[in-house]
């Protein structure tokens, strides 16, 4: 009986979004009477980072800074249509539909500007500051918010824009199957070391190192928050996440959250994030999804890791001490 | 049912209340007065979402009866902040990245604030023990650990 060493290597690739009968998301901007820029969403912020991200997207499309722009994610019954937060879909998605809203803002934005100015729409550019000049003249210029005054109160226009964003329906080839799920794919690649006691079947991760291709980063803080949290979870659904941790009888199980386990602050593997950004063709700015897929390379890469220390293959999640223990005893006898 | 008065010191300032007997500190506090900096996460003593500090000790909200808090003094996570500046425990969650959802985060902050008032300069093992009791599903725990040594170290600095 001893502790045993093992490490373990997997890989995946994880498409942003579903594709199951087309994937629409839709958005609308308006401007304040002060100029300042509104998103309105049905997509929700669950601490993800929705509403930061759909304003950095909104200010760098229109040319203002981002906090000129509110995110409302209003609800499903009142905002504009998205098909939900999941599947790592939000920032691709929204995002798509935030710029081209963005877009059309910002025209009517430019359109009013030129009648202020007195040039050709064409002729003019943001300085990202709050303010629109001419291009090669730059001291001629106006503010955004005497833009906006402009719009609403002496030429009668709404500075808006509608945004839309649908991945179409992919039919399956009806010779070979062959459909496209998605556009675009996130990759991961994860190292994880553990210890696995072959008298207890306990399995303690040591560490985990983790590669990730996320596209372009939009915001790489919130990046690296979401990645070190869902590696936490990946190692969680492979050891831990059941309603049953020990006992195969559902009777003897867990009737409450209060028993479901995942680790808690004192049971964390060394952990270890890299980001790498190859920027998707039909991203936002070039992201791809990096919610629900940063959870994943971590599940096989233990799987692999303990078959390395103990030579068992548990092809169940959890991998809880019982399962190993029932592998082991399988194994001996041969 | 029969209300009970009762009457305690929140966050410095006095408050006085019927509730029904029964009602949990938790309840009173979020219905009642209206402070819902603490959570509701699992109302059976596991999650550590609605902690507070009761005379200076860390207590779970959720099992702790409105009526039983006559005379106290009372703190939670939303007195923190002094005329709009952040506590350096805000601060320093902020800073380090320590919150998603933020459903966990007031907890973590009370549990981490009687920590830092015992202990000014914990080591990584004494926070991890101070935030045992708190569960968080999104952040994998770390930079929550992390933050709470940011604030030590930005109140040893401010100290020295
Ligand atoms: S709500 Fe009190 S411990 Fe969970
Ligand atoms: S930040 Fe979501 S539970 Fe901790």
Redesign the pocket.
């Known amino acids: 009986m001893a502790i045993r060493r093992g490490r373990g290597v997997a890989a995946i690739n994880y498409p942003t979004g579903m594709n199951l009968g087309g994937d629409p998301t839709q958005a609308l901007v308006h401007s304040t009477p002060t100029g300042n820029f509104m998103v309105t969403l049905s997509s929700v912020d669950l601490?993800q980072g929705m509403k930061q991200i759909m304003a950095q997207i909104c200010a760098e499309t229109i040319g203002v800074p981002t906090d000129r722009v509110i995110i409302d994610t209003a609800d499903t019954d009142t905002g504009p249509h998205c098909m939900g937060t999941f599947a790592s879909r939000g920032t691709h998605r929204a995002g798509n539909a935030v710029i081209q809203a963005a877009k059309e803002a910002r025209q009517v934005m430019l359109e009013v500007a030129a009648e202020e100015l007195e040039v050709n729409a064409s002729d003019l550019e943001t300085d990202g500051q709050g303010n629109i000049q001419v291009k090669g003249a730059p001291q001629k210029s106006i503010s955004i918010f005497d833009v906006a005054l402009s719009a609403h109160f002496k030429r009668g226009r709404s500075i808006s824009g509608r945004g839309m964003f649908l991945i179409p329906r992919s039919y399956p080839e009806k010779e070979t199957g062959a459909m496209k799920p998605s556009t675009c794919y996130a990759h991961a690649c994860t190292v994880a070391e553990v210890e696995v006691d072959d008298e207890t079947g306990e399995v303690t991760v040591l560490t985990v190192k983790n590669v990730f291709e996320i596209g372009r980063a939009l915001n790489p803080k919130m990046v690296e928050q979401q990645l070190v949290g869902g590696s936490w979870m990946g190692i969680s659904h492979a050891l831990y996440e059941t309603t049953e941790p020990y006992y195969p009888n559902r009777d003897h199980g867990g009737t409450d959250f209060n028993q479901y386990l995942m680790p808690g602050p004192g049971d964390l593997a060394e952990t270890e994030i890299i980001v790498l950004e190859r920027p998707s063709a039909d991203g936002p700015f070039g992201a791809k999804g990096p919610g629900e897929m940063c959870a994943n390379p971590q599940i096989p890469a233990v799987a692999n890791a303990v078959f390395d220390a103990v030579g068992v293959r548990i092809d169940t999640l959890p991998i809880t001490p019982e399962r190993i223990l029932r592998a082991l005893k399988a194994q001996a006898a041969g | 049912m029969a209300k009970v008065p009762v009457q305690f010191t929140l966050n410095g300032s006095e408050k006085a209340e019927f509730v029904e007997s029964g009602t949990t500190l938790l309840a009173a506090l979020r219905d009642k007065i209206g402070d819902t900096s603490p959570k509701g996460g699992c109302h059976q003593g596991t999650c550590g979402a609605c902690s507070v500090i009761i005379d200076g000790e860390l207590r779970l909200s959720c099992l702790t009866l409105a009526e039983t808090c006559g005379g106290a003094d009372i703190k939670t996570t939303a007195g923190l902040a002094e005329g709009g500046v952040l506590h350096p425990l805000q601060r320093a969650f902020l800073d380090a990245f320590a919150?998603?959802?933020?459903?966990?985060?007031p907890g973590m902050i009370m549990a981490a604030k009687v920590l830092l008032d015992r202990t000014p300069n914990p080591s990584r093992e004494d926070v991890v023990e101070a935030l045992s009791g708190n569960i968080?599903?999104?952040?994998g725990y770390e930079p929550i650990i992390q933050a709470v040594l940011l604030a030590a170290r930005a109140n040893s600095q401010n100290a020295a």
């Open positions: 601490g | 919150t998603q959802c933020g459903f966990c985060t968080c599903r999104c952040t």
